[in-house]
């Protein structure tokens, strides 16, 4: 796959985290956590409690441009709101 944002080839492998890696249009502070999030959980995982979860998630078929630094991976999105 050729990266979208430059056009050079990317490789595949396997992005690890701890915990899952949230995204947010919010800007975060010391003081306040953000009331609108989308979580990312690996497609497989369980993610039916915060005991089940692993809290090492593997994302496997994750593409990585080494020369602009993209990152392209699925998952599992976790909508939350507060
Ligand atoms: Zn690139």
Redesign the pocket.
């Given at each position: 796959m050729n990266?979208?944002?430059?056009?050079?080839e990317?490789r595949c492998g396997n992005l690890h985290t701890r915990n899952y890696p949230f995204w947010t249009q919010q800007e975060l502070s010391f003081f306040r956590s953000p009331t609108d999030t989308v979580e990312v959980a690996p497609l497989d995982d369980d993610t039916t409690s915060m005991f089940t979860r692993d809290p090492f998630p593997t994302f496997p078929g994750a593409w990585l441009?080494?020369?602009?630094?993209?990152v392209v991976f699925s998952g599992k999105l976790l909508e939350k709101r507060k």
């Open positions: 990266c979208p944002q430059c056009g050079q990317m441009c080494r020369s602009c630094g993209l």
